[in-house]
Structures are given as structure tokens and as C-alpha cells.
């Protein structure tokens, strides 16, 4: 009896074990814990998803156009006269990009510009500290969607938008090229949320 | 029309939040952003202009102009084929499309006296703001503002 119980036991914590270091849901499931470079490669790609949120919210936030432009071409004793006088970015600059949507009312488009850089830094932060970590990714997962959506929907009625993402890091890049981007970036995102780390354990991994 | 019992919005978070354990941090997420943009908010509360993309200071409307007596460059910030079709009096073309292009003739016949009035059509609303915005900061302008209702109110008082 007393075997029994400890042999249902250990076959509970090795399902809730292999649930907790697999990638993907149902059949698609891929046991990461069996491969420690995936594990790696996952943990490595959260820190540039965090990296890409976190660097388009400063340059939402902060006037760091110039510092960008130097550190770029390697002047650095110049970045590090720019970064003496850092100052705050005006707003009113990324409200002015959400709203050549036309999908918004000024208003909106200013609380906006107001509050989505926090909340890229806030789930960026989330991803790096792994503290909130799903909300993060759900978030950033929504956030990505939301502006791919929006960017198709203006291309298709003509509009000539600059979605102001990257400063002047992205100021020649084609829509193509932006898409492009932002499928990759919400196929990272996809991916890392379907780790499930807290995942149940599932009838079928009970069974085995 | 009743959707799938599993694709119904209430299941179909439940199981976000089961499978992902998202909803809960992600709401927290959600809040813990409005402080820092209620702050930002109010430091720059003198930049921001609630009402409308451009400053209630720098829209003028066709009286005003008109007031001026002549003492005003028109600016048009439409696209070319909408200048080519019709525009103001004497109305010169700045826009975005030919920037580079177009500002150099406009310069040669600016004047420090003279008042710089752009306007847009609703069709492009908010090209005026934009053309007289690069006015101000890249051209080093002043004096310069966006005429109320653009195209269509010149035509309706005309």
C-alpha cells in the first residue's frame, strides 16, 4: 500500500515536472527540460522581446534621439555628453502618431501616448525579472496584436503613417519592413507564452 | 447565433488564465502603469492640448485672417493633385510629400512682417498641423498658425 501511494506520487511529480518545463499545449507539447539549449534560447529571447519594448517605451519617454544617432556610429564621448542632458520627450509627439490612425479620438490618443510607454516598460521589466511574467508577456501579446492590426487597417485606407516605434532608428524603414518586424516579435511572444510553466498536469500525463 | 460551449468569452478566458495564469498579473500590470502616467501627465499638463492636436493659440479663423489685410502668407499642406485642382488666391504649396522641394521657394518669399496661415482639407486633417509644426521648429518660423476648417470653410465663406 505504502509503495503504491509513493509510486502515484512520484508519476504525479514527474508529470507536473515535465508540464512545467515543456513548450506548447496538447500534442504540439516539446519537452524543453530535456533540452537545456531551448531552455536557454527561450530565456535569451524574453531578454531581447524585454530589450525591443523597453528601448521603443524610452525612446517614447525620454528625448534620446541624438544619443541614439551617436552611440549607433560608436561616438561615445558624445553619448555621454547627450546623456548629461537627458530631458523628458513631449507626449504630445506619439499622440500625434496614434492618432494619423484616425482610429481614435485626440483625447484617447493623448492618454495613450501618456500610458503605453509605462506599460511597455512595466511588462519589459516583467519578462527580465520573471516577477508578473505571464501578465508581461500577455500584454505585450495583446499590445503587438492590436498594432499590427491597426497598421494593416491604415495602410488599406491609404493613410501614411509613421508608427513613431523605434525614433530615428526606424524612420527609414519600409511598412513591409515594420510588419516584418512585428511578426517576428509576436511570434517571440506567442512562443514564450505557450511555455507552460504553470501549466496543470493534464489527464493524459497523469496517465503516463 | 450560439457559439461553441469551448469558444464562449467567459470559458475562453477562464482558460487563458487556467492554462497561462496571465489575467491576474497582467491586471496588476495594467495598474501599476497609470501611476507613473498620471505623473506624466500632469508635468507636462502646460504642453498638452486636450481639445484638439493643435493648440487653441495657433488655430486662426478665416475673420481673423481677414482682419489681417493681407498681411499673410497662405500655405497649402494638401497633397499636389488636390493644390493642382484648386487652392486659396496666391496660396503657396508646403507639403510633406516634397518638403525638401518645396521649402526653399517658400522661404524666398517669406517676410518677418508677414503672417503665415496653413491650411488642410478634412480629407487631410492633419496635414496643416504637421506642415506648420515643421514650420515652427525646423524653418525656425514664427507667426506661424492653421486656419480653422481649412479648404472647406475657405470655400463656404468665399
Known amino acids: ?208 | 447565433v450560439r457559439l461553441p460551449h469551448r469558444l464562449r468569452p467567459r470559458r475562453l478566458l477562464r482558460a487563458i488564465n487556467v492554462k497561462l495564469g496571465a489575467i491576474r498579473p497582467a491586471l496588476l500590470l495594467l495598474t501599476l502603469a497609470i501611476v507613473p502616467a498620471i505623473v506624466g501627465g500632469v508635468y507636462h499638463r502646460e504642453k498638452i492640448s486636450w481639445r484638439s492636436r493643435i493648440p487653441a493659440s495657433e488655430i486662426v479663423d478665416l475673420d481673423l485672417v481677414r482682419s489681417w489685410d493681407g498681411n499673410v502668407i497662405w500655405v497649402d499642406a494638401r497633397p499636389d493633385n488636390e493644390y493642382e485642382q484648386d487652392h486659396i488666391p496666391g496660396a503657396l504649396l508646403v507639403n510633406e510629400d516634397r518638403w525638401n522641394e518645396l521649402l526653399p521657394p517658400f522661404l524666398a518669399q517669406w517676410s518677418p512682417e508677414k503672417k503665415v496661415v496653413v491650411y488642410c482639407s478634412t480629407k487631410s486633417c492633419n496635414l496643416a498641423g504637421d506642415v506648420a509644426r515643421r514650420l515652427r521648429e525646423e524653418a525656425q518660423l514664427q507667426n506661424v498658425f492653421v486656419l480653422e476648417g481649412g479648404w472647406e470653410e475657405w470655400l463656404r465663406k468665399k
Not at chain 1, 91 to 97: I, N, S
Not at chain 1, 122 to 142: D, E, H, N
Not at chain 1, 158 to 166: A, Q, R
Open chain 1, 1 to 208: 500500500m505504502k509503495a503504491t501511494t509513493s509510486n502515484v506520487q512520484r508519476s504525479t511529480l514527474n508529470a507536473q515536472l515535465a508540464a512545467r518545463t515543456s513548450l506548447g499545449v496538447g500534442r504540439w507539447t516539446l519537452d524543453v527540460g530535456r533540452f537545456p539549449v531551448l531552455r536557454i534560447t527561450m530565456q535569451i529571447l524574453a531578454f531581447i522581446i524585454a530589450a525591443i519594448f523597453i528601448f521603443a517605451a524610452l525612446i517614447k519617454i525620454l528625448d534620446i534621439d541624438q544619443l541614439v544617432i551617436d552611440v549607433i556610429h560608436l561616438r561615445f564621448a558624445a553619448a555621454l555628453q547627450n546623456l548629461k542632458h537627458l530631458s523628458l520627450r513631449d507626449p504630445v509627439g506619439f499622440a500625434r502618431d496614434i492618432d494619423n490612425y484616425n482610429l481614435l479620438p485626440w483625447p484617447v490618443a493623448v492618454v495613450l501616448a501618456l500610458y503605453l510607454p509605462w506599460l511597455e516598460i512595466f511588462s519589459g521589466l516583467a519578462l527580465v525579472t520573471r516577477r508578473l511574467y505571464r501578465g508581461g508577456l500577455l500584454i505585450l501579446t495583446l499590445l503587438t496584436t492590436v498594432f499590427i492590426a491597426a497598421s494593416i487597417v491604415a495602410k488599406a485606407r491609404g493613410l501614411d503613417i509613421s508608427c513613431g516605434c523605434f525614433g530615428h532608428v526606424s524612420k527609414g524603414w519600409s511598412f513591409g519592413w515594420h510588419l516584418l518586424l512585428d511578426f517576428g516579435i509576436l511570434g517571440a511572444l506567442v512562443t514564450l507564452l505557450l511555455q507552460p510553466e504553470r501549466l496543470k498536469t493534464s489527464a493524459r500525463e497523469s496517465r503516463e
